[in-house]
């Protein structure tokens, strides 16, 4: 028998046990490297700059569309603001009336000049067209004002309505009116339901031809506590089944001072790169005597509602300047904007 030097047994052992570790090696499975998150070849998930689908618009419903004055801050002086409005009012007239606001003589519209600062909004309709009631409420007037004033001149409003109502998230009791009635089919003191009949369209009191004047008030039933019935009024909608939107605006002064201009110029175009699908003529509040009040929440001293959803450029010349900034009316919402004219 050939014996072995210690030292080589030694030697001989330890090569062995060196052998099995590295073939065992080689038969476990490769460390987990392609599904940790260590460093990547750069991916669609694995980059931590922003990806594509964040600087898109969300597409679930409940996200809030950009931009949002809620998710994302915004400046209405440099572009707009995207907001939700208060439409808790149901319109006035029945199907098949005419439902739409006449747009010649809007809430804080003088014509020109030619007439007192317009304290609500008129819808043009037959004599004898249903009136209905915008909200649940309570009737606290039901009569005429060749006796009791309910603005400034008797025989004013002549066959009237005022409702009282209490809305959520509203703090104050809102009012409604409706002027110029033919017939009144409600008695103070009555609870009355939204879109119950109240009375008929006529031309008494101070009406040329025959319509309904409606107002909103807050707070307070009198003449100075009015509001624009167009940013409580729930939107109408479109073909498409969508509610449409509304462009409510400040026209200021470097000091926050309501500015008066007869004819804002404001296009709608469906696409921007397309070309213009309507074009509306705005007036501004005006300022002066017994002028109207603004929104507690905007402070606007124009409004423009029932838009479909698209871009929108308004433009005015102050000065010689042409002034013009595009924006987005979305569904359903307000769009805030906001001009200082320095």
């Not at 949002?68 to 009336?97: M, N």
């Not at 074009?279 to 402070?299: G, I, L, N």
Request: glycine share 8%; charged share 15%; net charge negative.
């Amino acid at each position: 028998m050939r014996l072995f030097h210690p030292a080589r047994l030694l030697i001989l052992l330890a090569a062995s046990i060196l052998a099995v570790a590295c073939n065992g090696a080689t038969e476990t499975p490769a460390p987990l490297l392609p599904s940790s998150p260590a460093p990547l070849p750069p991916s669609s998930t694995a980059p931590l700059r922003p990806s594509s689908t964040a600087l898109l618009p969300p597409l679930s419903p409940t996200a809030p569309l950009l931009p949002s004055s809620t998710a994302i801050p915004c400046d209405s002086t440099t572009g707009y603001c995207i907001q939700a409005g208060h439409f808790l009012l149901e319109r006035p007239i029945a199907l098949p009336g005419t439902i739409t606001i006449d747009p010649t003589y809007p809430y804080g519209s003088t014509q020109n000049g030619t007439r007192q600062p317009h304290h609500g909004v008129e819808f043009y309709d037959a004599s004898g067209t249903p009136v209905l009631a915008a909200a649940d409420g309570f009737v606290i007037v039901a009569g005429d004002d060749k006796t009791t004033n309910f603005s400034p001149w008797p025989n004013f409003y002549g066959n009237l309505i005022v409702l009282e109502h209490h809305l959520p998230g509203i703090s104050q009791p809102l009012f409604t009116l409706y002027g110029h009635l033919s017939k009144i089919e409600a008695q103070t003191g009555q609870n009355v339901r939204a879109g119950e009949e109240i009375g008929e369209v006529g031309a008494s009191g101070s009406a040329t031809g025959s319509h309904l004047h409606f107002e909103v008030r807050l707070g307070e039933n009198d003449y100075d506590s009015n509001r624009n019935p167009v940013l409580w009024l729930k939107p109408l909608s479109g073909e498409d089944g969508n509610p449409f939107g509304l462009i409510v605006g400040r026209f200021v002064d470097d000091q926050g001072n309501p500015l008066y201009y007869p004819s804002l110029n404001i296009q709608y175009f469906p696409d921007r790169s397309g070309p213009q699908a309507a074009a509306y003529a705005v007036e501004t509040y005006a300022p002066e005597k017994q002028p109207v009040r603004a929104d507690d929440q905007w402070q606007e001293n124009f409004a423009l509602g029932d838009l479909p959803a698209g871009q929108y450029r308004i433009s005015f010349i102050w000065e010689n300047v042409l002034y013009e900034r595009w924006i987005e009316a979305q569904p359903g919402k307000v769009t805030l904007v906001t001009f200082i004219i320095k």
